[in-house]
């Protein structure tokens, strides 16, 4: 059974532009979402989180949208950059272990 | 956040052998798990190890397969054993932070082939 979906699978954005991806759960007792940035041949790092009782959080360029109602929440990478291009994973967690989205493969064009 | 380091970083492995990953970190913590990546895909739970405990298996993984050790508050080992291609994989550690609002901080993890 698949926890969290993610999307879009592949992104392409214009250097400049906005990045979106997309998650949605179906168990309300996760009670940390965060998201994590993976460049090609490196672990996961931790880049932005968020808890249910906030509807959004910026740090930077990123920014967390959290919808407790649709149980969704959405990373929004503002200004992306070609360095910003990798892998995007959203996670949920739940009495500490994370159960992580598919991945969004996303690439900023200069 | 913590600093995590893997050992070896790559190998590739003959099936039928095992091999023994090892994670260390900067800092003592309670709780370190252990993930596996497949190719181009998600990361999955492997166990949770916390130490002077057994770890505690996901479903679809056995302690025979991937025995843990948790000798002490900053090392961990995952070994794979009688590998076969299927587990071509990275495997990654990772660790939870000490706050309350923190979460989890992966090693560099491990790229495995099996020939």
């Known amino acids: 059974q698949q926890q969290v979906k993610q999307s879009p699978q592949s992104l392409i954005v214009q250097k400049g532009g906005i990045s979106i991806i997309n998650c949605a759960y179906e168990?309300?007792?996760?009670?940390?979402f965060p998201w994590y940035q993976q460049f090609p041949g490196k672990g996961p790092a931790l880049l932005i989180a968020?808890?249910?009782?906030?509807s959004e959080k910026k740090e930077g360029r990123f920014t967390i949208s959290f919808n407790k109602s649709a149980k969704q929440f959405s990373l929004h990478i503002m200004d992306s950059q070609p360095g910003d291009s990798a892998t995007y994973f959203c996670?949920?967690?739940?009495?500490?272990?994370?159960?992580f989205g598919a991945g969004t493969i996303l690439r900023v064009k200069s | 956040s913590a600093v995590i380091s893997q050992k070896p970083s790559r190998d590739i492995c003959q099936r039928g052998t095992s091999l023994t990953i090892q994670c260390q970190v900067d800092?003592?913590?309670?709780?370190m798990f252990w993930y596996r990546q497949q190719p181009g895909q998600s990361l999955t739970l492997i166990a949770t190890?916390?130490?002077?405990?057994?770890?505690?298996?996901e479903s679809g993984f056995v302690i025979d397969k991937f025995p843990i050790s948790r000798p002490n508050l900053t090392f961990s080992t995952l070994t794979v054993s009688n590998m076969s291609p299927e587990d071509s994989s990275i495997y990654l550690c990772?660790?939870?932070?000490?706050?309350?609002?923190?979460?989890?901080?992966f090693g560099p993890g491990t790229r495995l082939l099996v020939l």
């Open positions: 990772s660790v939870r932070g000490q706050g309350a609002m923190e979460t989890q901080y």
């Open positions: 168990n309300t007792a996760f009670d940390y």
């Open positions: 968020i808890r249910p009782d906030v």
């Open positions: 996670a949920v967690e739940y009495g500490n272990k994370l159960v």
């Open positions: 800092s003592q913590v309670t709780m």
């Open positions: 190890a916390n130490q002077g405990s057994e770890a505690t298996y």
